[in-house]
Every structure is written in structure tokens, then in C-alpha cells.
């Protein structure tokens, strides 16, 4: 059995009075993107800051890469690499002083630090800009330099703070490719935390979902659609009076119906529901439909159905 | 470890060179103020004299150190936290020890190379000074150049040590300067306004007891202090330098 990159058992984590960690039970397996995804103050950073053994928990324990958080935090930051909150990089310096120097950080010898920035920088589109200053760039290029900075050391594991996080959308795309580029070529273990969700659709293997620090599931993007997400339907076409609508939400095979810029919106009940019956029914209730397309619910869908039960739960008790 | 320290200290210095020796640069008009009237106004007035006077052990062994280092020392963790450079530092495999000492290895590396490029400029220009047209060349007694650098190496050593300490919990650079300034205030000031407020009697006897004593002797237990001061101060910064509670500020 292949051990897991890192596995935690109710770590908690106490500010204060307040909770920011709360009894996290996880597994994540080697060699995977692994999603952390949750809102702003869910716990995200101060996981991350407990796993690279920066933080002592308050209770529970984890153990990263084999070594336990608590006793051997030096032994888990040697074999991995994090992107934090910020880019991290010394603005006053040039991209290649900045590699350079955590480079010799992780003992790689010169001649494997300048042929290891050469292969990161040019896979990154920014050899030809080593000897600029990085003060001067954008955050797009400062995150594609701190991503390479990262990956460095050929770590077995990298911790990355939302990475994409104030990004216009061309750079983001830009950081996504590269990232997915370089993780699937050099065969490393990430843990991303993240609230971009089509990022975490597109480039993540498994996802959790974290809220006031409690893990509410863990899964495959599509084994949270299948479970948690309902399947839906688009209908395209004309006559989706309110009469059609009534009674379309009549059926027990429709969870709910909507018009949306001229599209019919349909919620199926589960995954058993068929969509032939319910084309009938529109035919017979006089709409005339051009196209009808099945799908399932986006991860977003997921995190806001997690989110909703969550608070609903969080209220009644 | 010593790998380490050398590689922090190493970028350390790039950052010196690259952002003009500190934060914000007053330090480094101060600095270049005092080389200007200490390495070329008073050397040219005094001429050979200045090898045998006491101002080159109290500038360049004492003030240019201090002066040079408190910008860049108050910036050493104050400014990384600033810039937002400071976490991921901390998450890296880098042992507490080789931040600590590396940013000060290398604030005592260049205060003390301040205080002796400072005293080999007034050797320069005092052999240059029209008072000394017709003797030969000069330079200090090996004794006071010996002083002036071990002086400089132990200013160096304790203004990094007070500095680190002040800026490890400083949340800004800026407050971190203002609070070694005043320091360093109280610290020259505070002698002489001790010793106004003494008896009579007792300012006479300290006054015979300096006259009397060694200069040697006196330079000693000067330059003990000064050692016994800084060690002390870096042991407590090494014992306030937590990732943890850096994390978190």
C-alpha cells in the first residue's frame, strides 16, 4: 500500500477562543492535485501553516510525507516547497537571484541551480527576463516565478495559498496551464488551497471541502457531483409559459424549473430521472424545443448545496 | 550550518547592494554625511595628527557602525515581514539559528567593513593634507588600528543584536529605526546625565579613578562590555525568534 503524502487525525487548531482548525480527519495519496476548498477564514492557511509543522496544533496530530508536524517540521520543509499568501519573492533582486538563492537554501550545487533555473524559467516563459529586477513585474509573472521557486528542489510536496488569487483572468489561465504543466511532468504531490472553483474542477484529482475549519467531504469532483449535486438539464426552444412551468415542478422527477435568458433550467429529482418523459410533457404543454442537453452539477453547484446544509445544520442545533 | 548562515548572508548583502544599503536610505545620508566630514574634512584640517588622536577609534570603531547598521538591521525582519518575504523564509529548511545568525553575520560584516574603509579614507586623505607637503607617508600605530577594528567588529555586534531583537518585534520597519535611534539616544546620553546628578564628591573621585587609570585597561573592560552586552542580547533574540509567533504577526 502506497502511504499517503499527508494524513491528519482531528487536528485542531485554537486561536483564542476561536476554532480555525476543527477535528480534520483527511488522507491525501501521493502524486495527486489535492483541492482544499473553502471561503475566506475557513481554515485553509492556518492548515497549511499547521502541516509545514509552522504551527503546533492544539490537539490531534498529522503527519506529512511520513514525519509528524509536531517533532520533525524541519524534516517535512526540506522535502517540500510552499507558495503562501504572497509571492514571497525579494522584489529588490532579480529573478535569477531569487532562484539562485533559495537554490543554494536547498543545496543544489551551481551547476545544478543554473541548469534547473534555466529549465523552470524557460518553461515559465521568463529566461530571457532573469536579469530584470522582479519588483517591476506584474503578479502574474511574480507568481509563475514564485510557482518555479517552488518547484526548485524537486520537491515530493507542494503547498500552494490560491495561487491564482488576484489574477486577471488571462493571467490565471496562464499560471493554471503552466502549473499543470510543470506538476505533471515533475510527478508532485500538491495540496491547493483554493475558492476558485473551476480551478479546483479543472486541475484537481480530489477536493475537500473546509468551513469554520471543519472538513465537510472529501471526493473526486465527480463522486461530489454524483453524490452531493443533483443532475440538470438545459432545455432550448420556445412557449415556457408559466402553465409549462407549474407544471413541470408537479413532477416528481423535477426537483425545480427555471427560465433563464430564454433557456428552461431543470433540476433533475435524482440520477435516475429520464429526460424523454419530461420532453414529452413540454411537447404536449405546447413549448417547441429546439436542442435539450443533460448535465451535471458544477463543483460550484456542490460547494454552495455543502455551504447551505452546513448553515442550515449550524442552525438548527 | 555554516552553509546556511553563509547563504543568508550572502543574500542578505545582494539586498544591501541592490536596495542602497537599507530601507529607506537616511541611514545611508547619515552615513555618507559622516564619512564626508570624518574621512575628508577632519583628516585634511588635522593632517598626520589624526593618526595619534582618539577621533578615529570613536568614529570609525563606534559611530560609523552604528550608523551604517541601524537602517539595515531595523529592516531585517521588520522589512521581510513588510515585503511579505518573511513566511515563506520561514517555510523553507532553513534552521532558526542560520536566519538569525546569517542577518547578523552580515550586518557585522558591513558595519565593520564601514569603520575600516572609514579609517584607511582618513589615512588616505590625512597623507593628502596640505599640512604633510613635505614629510613622508604615515598611518596609524598598529595598536589603534587593532582598536579601531576590534571596536568596530564589537559596535557591529551589538547594534545587529539589538537590532535583530527590536526588529523581530517591530511590525513595521520605520518603527523599528525610531526605536534603536532613541535607543542608542538613551544609551550615549544617559552617562552624562547620570554623572550631572551625582554628588560632588563622587563626580571628582570617578574623574581621578578615569585620569589615573590605563587607557589600555580602560579600553578592555570597555570592549568587554560591549562583547558581554551583544552576546547577551543575541541569546535573547535567539530565544524570541519563533516561527510560530512570526507566522502569525
Known sequence: ?317 | MIADIWTVMGKEWREYVAGGGGGSGRGVIAALLLIGIASILWPLQMGRAIFTSPTPIIVDGLLLPYIILQTVIADSFAGERERHTLETLLASRLSDRAILFGKVGAAVAYGSAAGLIGALAQAVVANLSPKNADVGLAFYPVGSIVVIIALALLMSLLTASVGCLVSLRAATTRQAQLSLTFGFLALVFAPFIIFQVLPRQTQNAILDALNAADPTRVLLIFAGALLAVAVALLVIAMARFQRARLILS
Open chain 1, 1 to 317: 500500500m502506497t502511504e499517503a503524502a499527508i494524513r491528519t487525525t482531528n487536528l485542531t487548531r485554537d486561536f483564542g477562543a476561536v476554532r480555525a482548525v476543527d477535528a480534520l480527519t483527511l488522507e491525501v495519496p501521493p502524486g495527486i492535485i489535492f483541492g482544499f476548498l473553502g471561503a475566506n477564514g475557513a481554515g485553509k492557511t492556518t492548515t497549511i501553516n499547521l502541516l509545514l509543522g509552522l504551527l503546533e496544533p492544539t490537539s490531534g496530530q498529522a503527519q506529512v510525507l511520513g514525519f509528524d508536524t509536531r517533532s520533525q517540521g524541519s524534516a517535512i520543509r526540506e522535502r517540500s516547497g510552499a507558495l503562501l499568501e504572497f509571492s514571497g519573492l525579494y522584489e529588490r533582486l532579480t529573478a535569477e537571484d531569487n532562484l539562485d538563492f533559495y537554490g543554494r537554501v536547498w543545496r543544489l550545487s551551481a551547476a545544478e541551480r543554473q541548469a534547473r533555473i534555466k529549465e523552470l524559467l524557460t518553461h515559465v516563459g521568463l529566461y530571457d527576463r532573469r536579469k530584470e529586477r522582479v519588483g517591476a513585474w506584474s503578479r502574474g509573472m511574480k507568481q509563475k516565478l514564485a510557482i518555479a521557486r517552488v518547484l526548485l528542489h524537486r520537491p515530493a510536496l507542494i503547498f500552494l495559498d490560491e495561487p491564482t488569487a488576484g489574477l486577471d483572468p488571462v493571467a490565471a489561465a496562464a499560471l493554471r496551464d503552466d502549473l499543470e504543466g510543470l506538476v505533471a511532468r515533475e510527478g508532485v504531490t500538491v495540496f491547493l488551497n483554493t475558492h476558485n472553483l473551476p480551478e479546483a474542477e479543472r486541475l484537481c484529482q480530489q477536493v475537500g471541502v473546509i468551513r469554520s475549519g471543519k472538513l465537510l467531504t472529501v471526493g473526486s469532483p465527480d463522486a461530489l457531483r454524483q453524490r452531493i449535486g443533483r443532475p440538470q438539464a438545459e432545455v432550448f426552444g420556445d412557449g415556457f409559459t408559466p402553465e409549462v412551468l407549474a407544471l413541470l415542478r408537479a413532477r416528481r422527477d423535477i426537483a425545480s424549473a427555471q427560465v433563464e435568458n430564454g433557456r428552461l433550467l431543470l433540476e433533475l429529482a435524482d440520477q435516475q430521472a429520464k429526460m424523454a418523459p419530461i420532453i414529452t410533457a413540454l411537447v404536449e404543454a405546447g413549448a417547441q424545443i429546439e436542442e435539450a442537453r443533460r448535465g451535471q452539477a458544477s463543483l460550484e453547484d456542490v460547494f454552495l448545496s455543502l455551504m447551505e446544509e452546513d448553515r442550515a445544520q449550524e442552525v438548527a442545533r
